[in-house]
C-alpha cells in the first residue's frame, strides 16, 4: 500500500513568502533565509547519459528548473572533470565515473540562466563541491552557460562578516548569481568564492541531523564566528531515503532550527538545504521557511504576518497556511501530494549490497 506525502501545500505558502518578501523588501542579503536542494542534480529517473547503468544515490525529484519554479534558491552541485567536461557526478576521491555521472554541468547551468532571466527580480545561489582540475574549467563552464552576466562579483562581497547590500541593490545592479566553492585556490585563480571564508556551516550528513546538536564542519569557522556572515545548515542524512523525508521534514526540522539558532549564537540560517525538499508530514521546509523569515524580518511568528513600513514586531493577524495537499495536472509542476511508490536509494544494478557499503565508507560521494 502506497503511502500518501504531502507537499504541503508549497505552492500557497511560497506564494505568501514571496508575496510577504516584498513587504520587508530592501534588506541585507544576509537578513534573508533561503531554501537550498542538496545535490539538486541528483535527481530520480534522470537519463542514463553515459550509456551505463546508474549506480548511486538520489537527493530530489524534480528538475533544476522546477526546484527553482517551486521556491528553492540555492542548489549544491557537485562538478567534476569528465569526458573532456565538466559534469555534474555522485563519485568518491575527486573522480568521476561513468555509472555515476549525472549531466554535463553546463545543462543544469543553463536551466540556472534561464530561469534568472525569465524572473529580473530573484536572486540564486550555487554552491560547489569543486573536483575541477581543468585551468578555468569553472569560469568556462559558468560563461558557457550565459551565466557571467549575472554574476556577484567577489571583488564586492562583504568581508570580516559585514552585511551583503541588499535584494534592492543587488538585482538593480544585476548581481543576481552567488557563486561559492569549496577549492580555496579558486578564489586567486577564477574570482570565485571560497565558500568558508564567506559563510558558517554545520556538519552534513548524519552528524548534522543528529536531535540536539549542531556541530560546525570542520572546514567552517564556529557557528557563532562573526567573521563570515552568511550561514548554511545542513539537514539531511548520509543516506537519502524518499519515505524517511516526510518524517525528517516535520517537527524534527523545526527542532534542528532552533538548534543551529541556538548554536549559532542567535544568528539564523540564511540558507537550508534538504534532500526531496517538497516532502513532508505537515508544512514541511516551506513552513519552516515562512517562520524563519518572520522571526528575522519583521518580529513575527510567520513572514505573512508582517507589513510593509511598520516597526519591527508589529504583526497583523493572519490565518495559517492551509497544508492539505491540492492536485494538479500542470505539465512540468511539481505540485500536490507525492506518491511513495518506491525508493530512490535503491540502485538497480547488480551487488547493490557490496557497493552500497562501498558508497557509504567513501562519504564523500554522498555529501
Not at 567552517?220 to 543516506?239: E, G, Q, V
Request: charged letters at 15%.
Amino acid at each position: 500500500m502506497m503511502r500518501t506525502c504531502t507537499s504541503a501545500a508549497f505552492l500557497l505558502i511560497t506564494a505568501l513568502f514571496f508575496a510577504a518578501e516584498s513587504q520587508v523588501s530592501g534588506l541585507p542579503f544576509n537578513k534573508y533565509s533561503w531554501l537550498v536542494t542538496h545535490n539538486a542534480f541528483s535527481i530520480v529517473d534522470a537519463p542514463l547519459l553515459t550509456g551505463a547503468q546508474r549506480v548511486t544515490f538520489y537527493n530530489q525529484e524534480d528538475s533544476v528548473t522546477n526546484q527553482l519554479r517551486n521556491g528553492v534558491r540555492g542548489l549544491m552541485l557537485d562538478m567534476y572533470d569528465f569526458e573532456n567536461d565538466i559534469w555534474l557526478c555522485h563519485s568518491f576521491r575527486g573522480q568521476c565515473y561513468n555509472f555515476t555521472a549525472f549531466e554535463p554541468a553546463v545543462d543544469a547551468l543553463k536551466e540556472v540562466e534561464a530561469f534568472l532571466t525569465q524572473n529580473p527580480s530573484e536572486i540564486v545561489t550555487i554552491i560547489i563541491e569543486d573536483y575541477v582540475r581543468a585551468p578555468k574549467g569553472l569560469t568556462r563552464v559558468f560563461a558557457d552557460a550565459g551565466l557571467d552576466k549575472y554574476w556577484f562579483p567577489i571583488a564586492k562581497m562583504p568581508r570580516r562578516g559585514a552585511d551583503w547590500p541588499t535584494v534592492n541593490t543587488m538585482v538593480k545592479n544585476n548581481y543576481r548569481l552567488l557563486v561559492f566553492t569549496s577549492d580555496s585556490s579558486k578564489e586567486a585563480s577564477e574570482g570565485i568564492a571560497y565558500q568558508w571564508k564567506y559563510m558558517v556551516e554545520n556538519e552534513p550528513g548524519d552528524p548534522g541531523v543528529v536531535p540536539g546538536s549542531c556541530p560546525n564542519r570542520k572546514e567552517s569557522k564556529p557557528l557563532n564566528s562573526r567573521s563570515a556572515s552568511l550561514f548554511l545548515m545542513n539537514y539531511f542524512p548520509t543516506i537519502p531515503v524518499q519515505s524517511e523525508a516526510c518524517k525528517e521534514h516535520s517537527a524534527p526540522l523545526a527542532d534542528m532550527v532552533a538548534t543551529c539558532y541556538k548554536a549559532a549564537g542567535n544568528m539564523m540560517p540564511n540558507f537550508v538545504a534538504v534532500n526531496f525538499y517538497m516532502r513532508s508530514d505537515g508544512g514541511g521546509v516551506f513552513d519552516d521557511l515562512d517562520r524563519m523569515n518572520g522571526q528575522t524580518l519583521c518580529g513575527c511568528a510567520t513572514v505573512s504576518a508582517c507589513q510593509a513600513g511598520a516597526p519591527f514586531g508589529s504583526c497583523k493577524a493572519v490565518g495559517m497556511p492551509n497544508t492539505s495537499s491540492t492536485t494538479t495536472g500542470t505539465a512540468g509542476s511539481f505540485s500536490g501530494s507525492v506518491q511513495l511508490s518506491g525508493d530512490a536509494s535503491a540502485v538497480n544494478a547488480p551487488g547493490l549490497s557490496f557497493m552500497c557499503l562501498f558508497l557509504v565508507l567513501i562519504t564523500s560521494c554522498l555529501l
